[in-house]
């Protein structure tokens, strides 16, 4: 099933990025065409996976009827377990099938991704192939521009200097789509090291 949705979803991902490009070139960085091609020919397939899918899903079940002050309360709690031995918010992200899966697609990447995570609904994070700073992306461009623009929602961000692996890389953003229903239900980040993308 994977074989045949692949295609599938690149065609109509290819047709979400020409659309996205033509409202945000003002916004791009200057790896912005290798950033969208790495999207199309990569995440476009990540984004179907079942285990993706299962994963944001499960958690929009949990996490749809929360409010803010609970989103701030666990954002807060995330923060403050990053570097700590007992992490009860964010070892369950990390230690899911789908955190395992993305973890296993930064090591086959050969450096070209330094980091990747997937949100749900509400921009909480679902699934992490390593710690984020926070829990909650619901406040940031990667999450605004990508699901909150609808199933065709992409964001490229600025490139940045990351202190944890000493490299250049600057994040895309796109939305999931369930593939049953159409629906967005979420949102991926990928952080591309820009060195790889030249």
């Known amino acids: 099933m994977k074989n045949f949705l692949a295609p599938i979803a690149a065609l109509l991902l290819g047709g979400a990025l020409c659309a996205a490009s033509a409202g945000s070139a003002a916004a791009d960085n200057d790896f912005a065409p290798q950033m969208r091609a790495e999207l199309a020919n ?14 944001v899903k499960a958690q929009n079940a949990k996490t749809a009827g929360y409010d803010q002050a609970k989103i701030d309360a666990l954002d807060a709690a995330w923060s403050h377990e990053v570097g700590k031995e007992d992490t009860p918010t964010i070892s369950p992200v990390l ?5 395992r899966f993305l973890r ?4 086959a990447s050969d450096g070209r991704i330094i ?12 699934a992490a192939a390593a710690p984020t700073s926070d829990y909650w992306q619901g ?13 065709d929602g992409v964001d490229i961000g600025d490139v940045e200097f990351d202190e ?3 490299t250049y890389l600057a994040q895309i953003s796109s939305t999931i789509t369930d593939p049953e229903s159409g629906t967005p239900i979420g949102a991926i980040t990928i952080g591309l090291n820009t060195e790889a993308l030249q």
């Open 42 to 55: 990569t995440l476009s397939r990540w984004i179907e996976d079942p285990v993706i899918v299962a994963a």
């Open 95 to 99: 230690d899911n099938a789908a955190s």
């Open 104 to 107: 296993d697609k930064v090591a």
């Open 115 to 126: 980091e990747v995570f997937v949100m749900d609904a509400k921009g909480l994070n679902v």
């Open 139 to 151: 406040d940031e461009a990667k999450f605004q521009n990508s699901f909150g623009k609808g199933k």
């Open 164 to 166: 944890s692996s000493q």
